[in-house]
Each structure stands twice: as C-alpha cells, then as structure tokens.
C-alpha cells in the first residue's frame, strides 16, 4: 500500500496515528538535526519531520511512514496546520531534477515557460482548483439534464467542410485522395438530425474547433455544452436552460442567481448598453440625447445621426489630465471614436463642458438629466451612426465600470438576451449573413417579411434566438430552428448561398427535413468561459488541462509541427513549405 492518507487529510483527531503518505516535496528546511518538508498531492500539503538531513529535492516524490503529532507552531492557513508527520521510516518513490519554476500557490515561472512544462503547472493548486471546479460543472450538467431525461450522445469529429461562419480545420484523407473531412465547428447539423431521428432530448458536452484568428483569449479547440429539444417553444428551452444555470450555480458554488433571471431584447441592450452582452452588475445606461443637442450651431452633432451618453457617478472631478487620456482612450482603434464630449456635473450645480460655447447651462442640465446624472457625476458623450456609437458607448460605460470597481467578478449577474434579428447585413461583401447561424428560424410571425425581396423587410425579420449572458460575457446561445425543407431552402437563398451549392454543402439537411421533421429548437454553452466566470477568472486558459497559446500552439509538445514526406505523399499533398 503506497498511502493510508491524502496530503489533505489529517488533523488533529489524528494524533497519535501511524499514517503512510505519499507526494511530491514542495519545500525541504534543514535545521542540522531536523529537516522539514512539505509534501504535496491534490488534495493538500502536509509537514513532515524528519531527523537529520536525509537527500531532499524539490519534487522529490517519496513515501513517508511516521507518527501524528500535535504541532507546537500550527500553521492555520492549511487545513492540516495542526498536525506534522515524525518520520520513521521512507522511500524515494522517484527523484526529480530541479523543476523550472516554483510549484506553489503562486509561481515565479513566466506565461511561456509554464506552457512549456504545463504537467508542472497543472500540479500547483490554482490549476488544480480550476480543473476541479470543471469536473465539479460538468458532473452537475450530466446529473441535471439526465434527470430531465436527456441523452449523452456523441457525433463524429471528422464530418463534411461547410464553413460559414468561421473557418474550418480539415483532414486529408488517405483513403480518399485529394479529399478533406472539416473537424466540426459545432455539432450544430447533427444534433438537428438526432431531432429528425426522435431522440428528442440530446446533449453533449463536445469538443468544437474553429481555426480562427485567435483573438484574446480564444483557443482552436473547445467545449461546448450541446443540447437539443424537439417539440419546444422558446420559453421551454429558456426554462430548461435557466434551471440547469441555477443548479450550477447553486451546487458548484453556493450562490443563487436570480429566479426567474432577467430578459432583454436586442434592441434593447444595444439602445440601453451598447452591446448584446451586457454587464448589468451595474448601471451607467446609454441615454440617447440627439434632441437635445440639435439647432445649436455645433455642427459635429447637428450632423451626426445619434448622440448619445452615459453619467459616470462621481467622477466631476476628473482633471484636465485625466479627460485628455480618457480621450485618448477612446480615439484608440479597439473604440474607434472620434473624440470625445464632457460635461462636469459639478457638485454646486453649476456645469462645465468641453462645448460651453454652443449650449448653456439650461441645455447642459437637459442633457445630464436625461442621462440621470446627478451633482458629482461626469456626462460622456460620444456621436455619429447610431449602431456603432451605441457600441462604442458600450465599450467606455464597461471602461469606467471596470475603473470604478463596479465588475467584482464574485457578483452574478446573468440575463437572456432574446428577440435577435435574423440577419444582419455586410455592407463589406454585399449580402446578408445569419446573425446566429442558417438554421435559424424567423419568428412565425415575421415569416411574411422573410419572403420578401426587399432589403428593409429582410432586416425587420427576428429571430426565436437567445444568448445567455453573464458579467458582460456570452456563454451561451441558441434558437428556436427551421425545420422544413421549403424554408431552409429559402434561408440559403436570402444567405446568397446558390442552390447548387446549398445542395452540395447541406443536402443532407434539406432532404432529412423532408422525412418527418419535429420543431425543435437548442442551445450551446462555451464550457470552458462558463468554467472560468465560474472561477471568477477572466481568462479561459486556466481551465483547460492542456491549452494552446495565441499563435494555435501547443509549446509542450510543439504542434503543430511538419510531416514527413512519406506521409505527404500518402495523403496527396504538396507542400510549399519545405521541412528544413
Ligand atoms: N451550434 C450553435 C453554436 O455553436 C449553438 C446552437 O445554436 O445550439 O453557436
């Protein structure tokens, strides 16, 4: 038997008990007579006692036979602070050669040096908290949708190319010179066929891959929790879904989200919030104040098509050098503005703004009230198309929440965001593109406006879709989808997409939609940033075991990396890029 215990385990009620442990040596202190070590597994740290010197290195994994003892100086920060193991008898289970960085709480390791040695890492207990909590979520999400009697069934990795929406990874095939499979996005056209085939309750908690430009805090691949629902309406699936995130909440981590959780249209958040995934752990809204400012001679907003605002509380006070960096801020691309308007609600009353010389302190006040500013506060105003001042709004109100302490990642604040157009037009490639994805179904009754040729009439058209949102974060979404032949035929069509090759890429769909297709509608979940929001972490790399870095690389076993040339030529590819 290597171990009678955990690393985690013992405590005072132990005392006096022969215990075996067995772990890695954190920290070795020689006192001449004595030597102490941390020993450490996954689940704690436990102080040996050891007489003499005996060889000790640092991740060391030994064996160690001793007696409980009281601690005379206790160490209250470990839950086995109590206690320390005299040592009468060990082994070395294996040596260790010096490890790269410190394997504690926290590192001394760098970003990429940890990435090298991630098995080290993993052994720190930050990692191991994030990796915990992920089983912990993922066992709740089985346990709750079994209960509501869905099935776990899996759908294959190597399927068809379709990219439409981000780019595919692909697979040559030997067996099939010169042809690909496409690892799945999302398994979002089989799911829909399971529905087709009556397993009218799926999920999965599934790897997707997108081999997309890795923006912050993207990986290549990630999980999803997948489900699907067949004879749903929209509300049944956001009931489903609300009760599975509160049981979450609830098991994982002791906290209750709100019941029922709040819903916004998009419109909505994008007018009050500018953005679809708002943070509402607090206010700040965006007012729109283009009235106001009309017919005053400034011709920056005379001739602008939206004017709008928030009120930062209690920020009147900013300097002359803080509103130049502020500017600053927002003139940089990630915003994209242009400059940027203030008015100092200041706390006598009186107003000072960057454009006195245009409206007086009557239309000032209009303005702040409108905005709900109070004395002390601070009106930013930004301007120009409505949409993308909206967002850039969005962007400063989160900018200034962030500064004013108002996103404590240990509040909860989840919504819904519903009624999402269908389609949203690109003006860059001349057509339009499904705001969620071509499965999609127009809402029923905007069904006569999907029919239509005019443009106008195609953007009024919404959508039965849905996003989850939660501190400012998308983690999930889904909608309520198509599921007749005719009118998913229709959906190519007003994508652009031709018949010929709608009928090449997704056939298969449109003919299972022929056989007997139920309604059904679902939803994904991003596992891996439910993990992290979960964690309260803002970065999802923490709670995936091994993940790539920004350039799509594992560093630790160096991929992607070249094949030989036996294997290029049995798949039939050439390659620009000679290994050398
Ligand atoms: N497959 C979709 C996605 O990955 C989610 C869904 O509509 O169920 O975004």
Request: charged content about 25%; hydrophobic content about 35%.
């Amino acid at each position: 038997m290597y171990r009678t215990h955990t690393c985690g385990e013992l405590r005072l009620t132990d005392k006096g008990k022969t215990v075996t442990l067995a772990g890695w040596v954190q920290t070795v202190r020689s006192f001449g007579s004595m030597t102490f070590v941390d020993l450490r597994d996954r689940y704690g740290i436990t102080q040996l006692v050891f007489e003499g010197t005996p060889e000790m290195g640092r991740e060391y994994v030994i064996q160690a036979t001793g007696e409980v003892l009281e601690r005379s100086s206790k160490n209250p920060k470990i839950p086995t602070g109590d206690i320390e193991i005299k040592v009468t008898e060990f082994n070395y289970l294996n040596k260790s050669v010096t490890p790269p960085f410190t394997i504690e709480e926290k590192s001394d390791g760098g970003e990429d040096l940890r990435a090298k040695y991630r098995y080290l890492d993993l052994r720190r207990p930050p990692l191991q908290r994030a990796l915990a909590l992920r089983h912990r979520l993922a066992q709740e999400v089985r346990n709750y949708l079994d209960g509501q009697g869905f099935m776990e069934i899996e759908t294959p990795y190597l399927i068809k190319s379709t990219p439409e929406g981000a780019r595919d990874f692909v697979v040559p095939s030997r067996m099939n010179p010169g042809q690909f499979y496409a690892l799945p996005q999302s398994p979002q056209t089989f799911k829909q066929l399971l529905m087709v085939a009556g397993y009218d309750r799926y999920f999965q908690i599934v790897r997707c891959f997108r081999d997309e430009d890795l923006r912050a805090d993207r990986q290549p691949e990630f999980t999803q929790i997948d489900c699907e629902m067949s004879f749903v309406e929209q509300e049944d699936v956001l009931n489903m879904f609300e009760g599975m995130m509160r049981t979450m909440f609830h098991n994982a981590l002791g906290v209750d989200i709100p019941n029922p959780i709040p819903r916004m249209s998009w419109y909505d958040a994008m007018d009050r919030y500018g953005s679809d995934k708002p943070d509402i752990r607090f206010g700040m809204e965006i007012h729109e104040i283009t009235g106001l400012t009309r017919g005053h001679g400034f011709g920056v907003f005379d001739g602008s098509e939206y004017v709008g605002a928030i009120a930062v509380p209690g920020a009147s006070e900013y300097t002359r050098k803080q509103l130049d960096e502020l500017t600053e801020w927002v003139k940089r691309p990630q915003v994209g503005a242009k400059g940027l308007v203030y008015i100092k609600c200041n706390t006598d009353g009186t107003f000072k703004s960057s454009i006195d010389k245009f409206y007086g302190p009557e239309d000032l006040g209009a303005m702040a009230a409108a905005c709900e500013a109070k004395a002390g506060d601070l009106v930013l105003v930004l301007c120009g198309a409505k949409r993308k001042t909206q967002t850039m709004l969005g962007v400063l109100r989160v900018e200034m929440g962030g500064r004013l302490g108002y996103r404590d990642p240990k509040v909860f604040a989840p919504l819904w965001i519903v009624d999402f157009p269908l389609l949203e037009w690109s003006e860059e490639d001349g057509r339009f593109y499904a705001m969620h994805h071509p499965f999609t179904a127009p809402k029923p009754e905007h069904e006569k406006w999907f029919y239509s040729d005019k443009k106008e009439d195609l953007e009024r058209v919404c959508a039965n879709a849905y996003d989850f949102v939660l501190n400012g974060t998308e983690l999930g979404g889904g909608s309520i989808r198509i599921h007749d032949a005719a009118m998913q035929s229709r959906m190519f069509e007003v994508l652009g997409i031709s018949k010929e090759d709608a009928d090449y890429k997704f056939g298969f769909i449109i003919n299972a939609f022929k056989f007997g297709a139920p309604p059904h509608g679902g939803l994904a979940f991003g596992f891996d940033r439910v993990c992290a929001l979960f964690g309260g972490q803002e970065t999802i790399r923490d709670f995936i075991a091994f993940p790539k870095n920004n350039q799509g690389r594992d560093v630790m076993i160096d991929s992607p990396s070249l094949i030989d040339q036996v294997q290029m030529d049995e798949l039939c590819l050439e390659s620009t890029v000679k290994a050398g």
